[in-house]
Every structure is written in structure tokens, then in C-alpha cells.
T-cell receptor
């Protein structure tokens, strides 16, 4: 079992609809969870971070964390063509003192105009 | 302020050659990370520096890979006797302290390495 798993996609969503991206992780002691967006040929850019169970909203983006189910998701409302990218789920699997991130393989999202 | 910078942006080398990749973190960030990303994969951890010392080098694939951060700022990733399998995007990231448990890592633009 991979430590961080994502569906690789591609995921196609019509413009204006909600895009839902999912991620599961293996280590129950994980403390920090991140969603990065990566355009083709570019480096990852942080979209959202979440540390506590529940929802966290920032503009059109909502991150959801369920530590009991070891599950984190990202919802993108009112999807725009500029949201087309690969979305990487990243988890800090370690305890305090070493915050290296373990990434999933990424989900490729395409917003269809 | 300035973000993380990496040089060169692209590097083409021949199998067996030695390469150095440079990373300049955000000013004041004590934690620095190197990751490697192959096509279609997520970034994979290589090494983590806390100040000048390598706190975790468990991700380095073999002894051909080495990294330094002599003054606690700029870091250099060194690859000896390059192999075609080393071809990838090498990403550097920095964070403020690396010990709070809830820090954002800011990534540089990456160095794309191609070994012919």
C-alpha cells in the first residue's frame, strides 16, 4: 500500500461545476496535510493546508480532513479553465522535528469550457 | 520578498559526468528540502537540512548523491557519475523552522536534469 494515494485521473469537470479531489494516507500519526497545484512544467504551488478534522475554506477552495478515515479531500467550486492542472496531495508523515512531505502521484484535472 | 531560487533551470549532461544543482532558499528560512520528481509522479523526498546539518538524508538513492549547506543558507545537490535514470526535475523547498509541525514548504522553480 502506498503511503499517500490519489486517483491519477484525468478528471474532467465542466466549467462552473464542482471538482472533487480525494486522497488517502496510511500513517495515523500524520499531523499536516497540504494540497499543491502544479501546472505542466512548473513547480508545486500551495493551495491549501489543513491540520484539524473538518472543513477549511479559502475562496473557491475547501479542504476536508477526516483523520479517523485517513482521508483528505479538496473541493473546487465554480471551476475555471485556469484550474486545469495536476493537484498533489502531500502529507507530513513524521512527528515534530522533521517535516518532510510524502506526496501522492497527483490527480490531473481538466476543466472543460 | 524573493522566493526560493534554483540554478540552473535546465541542465543537460552526459552519462558519467558530475553535476551540481544550486538552491537559494527564502531569506531567514532555516529548513531546506530537496525533492526529485519524475514524469507523472509526485515529488519524492531526498534530503532535509536544519541549518547547516543534514537532519534526514534517508531519501538519497545511493552514494552518488550528496548535498551540502555550509553556511545554513544556499544548498548544493551534487550528483557524481550521472546515470540516465537520474533524469528528473529536482525541486528545492524551504520553510521557516522545519520544527513547528504545521509549516508551509515553498518550492523553487526546479532544475530539470537530462542525462544523455
Amino acid at each position: 500500500q502506498k503511503e499517500v494515494e490519489q486517483n491519477s485521473g484525468p478528471l474532467s469537470v465542466p466549467e462552473g461545476a464542482i471538482a472533487s479531489l480525494n486522497c488517502t494516507y496510511s500513517d495515523r500519526v500524520s499531523q499536516s496535510f497540504f494540497w499543491y497545484r502544479q501546472y505542466s512544467g512548473k513547480s508545486p504551488e500551495l493551495i491549501m493546508s489543513i491540520y484539524s478534522n473538518g472543513d477549511k475554506e479559502d475562496g473557491r477552495f475547501t479542504a476536508q480532513l477526516n483523520k479517523a478515515s485517513q482521508y483528505v479531500s479538496l473541493l473546487i467550486r465554480d471551476s475555471q479553465p485556469s484550474d486545469s492542472a495536476t493537484y498533489l496531495c502531500a502529507v507530513n508523515l513524521s512527528n515534530f522535528g522533521n517535516e518532510k512531505l510524502t506526496f501522492g502521484t497527483g490527480t490531473r484535472l481538466t476543466i472543460i469550457p | 520578498g524573493a522566493g526560493v531560487s534554483q540554478t540552473p533551470s535546465n541542465k543537460v549532461t552526459e552519462k558519467g559526468k558530475y553535476v551540481e544543482l544550486r538552491c537559494d532558499p527564502i531569506s531567514g528560512h532555516t529548513a531546506l528540502y530537496w525533492y526529485r520528481q519524475s514524469l507523472g509522479q509526485g515529488p519524492e523526498f531526498l534530503i532535509y537540512f536544519q541549518g547547516t546539518g543534514a537532519a534526514d538524508d534517508s531519501g538519497l538513492p545511493n552514494d552518488r548523491f550528496f548535498a551540502v549547506r555550509p553556511e545554513g543558507s544556499v544548498s548544493t545537490l551534487k550528483i557524481q557519475r550521472t546515470e540516465r535514470g537520474d533524469s528528473a526535475m529536482y525541486l528545492c523547498a524551504s520553510s521557516l523552522t522545519g520544527t513547528s509541525g504545521q509549516e508551509t514548504q515553498y518550492f523553487g522553480p526546479g532544475t530539470r536534469l537530462l542525462v544523455l
